[in-house]
């Protein structure tokens, strides 16, 4: 019994110091084996190795993928024309060179970020002043981002070489500071109001304009019309008195006659009017009284 239990503890002293020399990379890190707290071999292929049982050898993993670093600080920069701006950006960055990145910068990626961070603000403060808030927000971004990516990499690989690489350097926001953020908004808003009353006023000069001018127009037709019926109207009237001319002409008396009973006919249109004249001296009743011949005496022109 006590036979196979040394057995069992000799198997599994034998798996547990077998383990611990044993160990695998993965493809997406570099692994980094350590020999008494030196760095003895970065493995950069992945796959299983061995080393030697701790505390002779350990073994670190640093990431080897592309890397994203985001801007966390909203303290504002001055442009060239002294305006404080605030810039949100991101850097794509890796580890190329993991002996160096350990000796340089530190253990972990953490450590990289932190002072890569540092970096990328300095030289994006740099930048922005040497800049106007136009020229951040037109073409010339570009120019911008690539001089701050030439400036990183300047410093990342100086006299002590970071083992990083910096892909690109982006600029994700360029915003005003939020207390000059509320007086340019109050300024524009002030502006399009200026701009809506000015079209308004505009548009009621134009539309007071419009209307005077039709009103004009109309005037103008209505006097047309009126001067062209008034003259049709005469030219209706002269034709009729030439026409009544002309009949009248033919017979006089009947004429006479005719005037007459239309006379009367004026005079007596409503049952309450009244006239007051001597029949005998007034020339009105001449007909009533026969002075005029009948119609059937006269003899007919021709």
Do not use: C, H
């Amino acid at each position: 019994m006590n036979r196979v239990g040394f057995i069992a503890s000799t198997i599994l002293v034998v798996l547990a110091l077998m383990s611990s020399m044993l160990f695998v990379v993965d493809q997406r890190q570099f692994g980094v084996l350590y020999a008494l707290g030196q760095i003895k071999e970065v493995i950069t292929e992945p796959g299983l190795n061995f080393k030697l049982p701790p505390p002779f050898q350990n073994v670190t993993y640093i990431d080897k993928r592309l890397l994203t670093l985001d801007s966390t600080d909203t303290e504002p920069m001055l442009t060239a024309e002294k305006q404080r701006v605030v810039i949100d950006w991101y850097v794509r960055w890796r580890i190329s060179e993991p002996t160096e990145y350990i000796r340089n910068v530190g253990l972990d990626e953490s450590a990289g970020a932190m002072q890569l961070n540092r970096v990328v603000r300095n030289a994006f403060q740099e930048e922005i002043n040497k800049r106007t808030v136009k020229e951040l927000l037109s073409v010339k971004r570009e120019a911008l981002m690539a001089d701050v990516k030439r400036e990183v990499l300047d410093t990342v690989r100086g006299a002590k070489p970071w083992g990083v690489d910096v892909v690109d350097v982006r600029i994700t926001r360029v915003d005003y500071v939020e207390a000059i953020t509320e007086s340019v908004y109050r300024r524009m808003e002030a502006e399009r109001k200026r701009v809506a009353n000015e079209l308004r006023s505009t548009g009621a000069a134009e539309g007071e304009k419009i209307r005077a001018d039709a009103d004009r127009q109309r005037e103008i037709t209505i006097a047309n019309a009126y001067r062209d019926a008034q003259k049709v109207k005469g030219e209706g009237d002269a034709e009729a008195a030439r026409i009544y001319a002309e009949a009248f002409g033919r017979d006089p008396q009947f004429a006479q006659f005719y005037r007459s009973l239309d006379a009367y006919k004026a005079s007596f249109s409503k049952k309450s009017d009244v006239m007051v004249l001597d029949p005998s001296s007034s020339d009105f009743f001449k007909v009533f009284r026969g002075g005029a011949p009948a119609a059937s005496q006269a003899a007919p022109r021709k």
